[in-house]
């Protein structure tokens, strides 16, 4: 059964750094892409960015590049989402999901993982 | 950056009833259209790919079509479990854009 399972939920200070993963299982890990996709509290789905655990090419929404690092560890089966800093803004969940190789559709996604940035 | 914009924005339908939810792309799309049903406190889950094509498990009065920049989600006869958030996604190149959602409430 291909499963994604991510890390727990965060209660972070502004200006900390944060690392979340998500562990693929049940398929060929580095031959599917990989993306993340935020979803602030009440509001809808945005689409962050998107990396191939395979050779770690990794590509970024304008509206996230420079904000977040994508990346992965192929040893583990395990893509990461990371901040360096995080702003109150961050506070969201984060789906990490695969993307589909025929048609490109997000076909199994993790159940999230809550970030709360809060002083 | 490809833009999509779905309507309405929010539905009031009763059990049993057809709705159709749209969706447009700011520039042609062939056919690389995706659509998604969000449940509260639930990630999102696959339905339609490729504008028309079902996805594994899904049910058949779920049904997609379109093409260039115009496509549609149509649920035939509504089902208690159907009321929750669409959501529409482009995949012709990053990034993979969404709409900004349509909530399928009950009436």
């Known amino acids: 059964e291909v499963q994604l399972v991510q890390s727990g939920a965060e209660v972070k200070k502004p200006g900390e750094s944060l690392k979340i993963s998500c562990k693929g299982s049940g398929y060929t890990f580095t031959s599917y892409w990989i993306a993340w996709v935020r979803q602030m509290p009440g509001k809808g789905l945005e689409w962050m960015g998107i990396?191939?655990?395979?050779?770690?090419?990794?590509r970024y929404s304008p509206s996230f590049q420079g904000q977040v690092t994508i990346s992965a560890d192929k040893s583990v089966n395990t893509a990461y989402l990371q901040w360096s800093s995080l702003r109150a803004s961050d506070t969201a969940m984060y789906y990490c999901?695969?993307?589909?190789?025929?048609?490109?559709?997000?076909?199994?996604w993790g159940r999230g993982t809550l970030v709360t940035v809060s002083s | 950056d490809i833009q999509m914009t779905q309507s309405p924005s929010s539905l009031s339908a009763s059990v049993g009833d057809r709705v159709t939810i749209t969706c447009r792309a700011s520039?042609?799309?062939?056919?690389?259209l995706n659509w998604y049903q969000q449940r509260p406190g639930k990630a999102p889950q696959l339905l339609i790919y490729a504008a028309s094509s079902l996805e594994s498990g899904v049910p058949s009065r779920f049904s997609g079509s379109g093409s260039g920049t115009d496509f549609t989600l149509t649920i035939s006869s509504l089902q208690p479990e159907d009321f929750a958030t669409y959501y529409c996604?482009?995949?012709?190149?990053?990034?993979?854009?969404f709409g900004q959602g349509t909530k399928l409430e009950m009436k």
């Open positions: 990396i191939y655990p395979g050779n770690s090419d990794t």
């Open positions: 999901a695969r993307r589909d190789n025929n048609w490109y559709a997000s076909d199994k």
């Open positions: 520039q042609s799309i062939t056919r690389t």
């Open positions: 996604q482009h995949s012709a190149d990053t990034p993979y854009t």
